[in-house]
């Protein structure tokens, strides 16, 4: 490595221990400039980082924000910031570990339904990202040979994303996205099925035990006889095939099956 090289990274090492703990040593190796000091020029540009940081975080999670109150909301930021700093270009992934830090540190750890909600902002981000792969439609299956059904794996779309709830987090994420007061934080269990529409409009409702049953199945990478072994086993004597095509179609509908 040459020498510029290694004062640069040296530099841009002491810069960024200025930003995030204070740390004055930089001071030394930044030239004076016009009637503006040292510390005045980069105390601007350690708020504006900051403040960057901040509004990332609040365009990310607004719902948790509101949730939160100005103070706490504030609070965590800082707290983010100091603990997790930036290593990427992009901002778009900078609060991945913001669920982390909720159920890490103090006071936010006593409350497990702010980790969780935090997560599940995060995970319509991931959706609404996702790649746009293309979706099977109900007239691609039309030609496909009945032999071939049962060894038939369906894939699902990149934005899909499945989410496990303990606390009614989604409710209260739905209660202030309604403008309405949420209801207390609360144990409450439940499964949710995140994806991008092909409007590419974000989506989400609950799944029930079978349904679920048979999403994972298709995480999994199993075939169609699959998924009505498992559809025969909740509903003995009834016609596992047609309630398994059933299934499939409205997945088609939604767009939850990719080519």
């Not at 719902?63 to 930021?77: K, N, R, W």
Request: charged residues 25%; proline residues 5%.
């Amino acid at each position: 490595m040459s020498l510029a090289n290694t004062n640069l990274e040296r530099l841009q090492a002491e810069l960024m221990d200025y930003l995030r703990h204070d740390n004055t040593d930089v001071f030394s190796r930044i030239e004076a400039a016009g009637s503006v000091t040292i510390e005045t020029r980069l105390n601007i540009y350690k708020n504006a980082y900051r403040m960057r940081l901040r509004e990332t975080i609040d365009n990310d999670h607004p719902l948790l924000g509101i949730y939160l109150g100005d103070e706490l909301f504030q609070e965590m930021v800082d707290a983010y910031i100091d603990t997790f700093p930036s290593k990427q270009v992009s901002l778009r992934h900078y609060a991945d570990d913001l669920p982390v830090l909720l159920k890490r540190t103090e006071p936010f750890c006593h409350h497990p339904i702010l980790a969780e909600l935090a997560a599940f902002e995060r995970l319509l981000l991931t959706s609404f990202d996702a790649a746009n792969s293309p979706r099977l439609a109900q007239s691609d299956l039309q030609e496909l040979a009945p032999e071939y059904w049962p060894g038939k794996v369906f894939k699902l779309h990149s934005s899909v994303q499945l989410f496990y709830s303990d606390w009614n987090s989604v409710e209260s994420w739905q209660a202030l996205k309604q403008e309405c007061a949420p209801e207390a934080a609360r144990e409450k269990k439940g499964a949710w099925l995140v994806w991008r529409n092909p409007e590419r409009l974000t989506e989400f409702r609950p799944l029930d035990e079978e349904e679920l049953a048979l999403l994972q199945q298709l995480v999994l990478g199993h075939s169609f006889e699959q998924l009505c072994l498992v559809l025969a086993a909740r509903n003995p004597g009834q016609d596992v095939t047609e309630l398994a095509s059933n299934y499939l179609k409205n997945w088609l509908q939604a767009g939850l099956i990719r080519k």
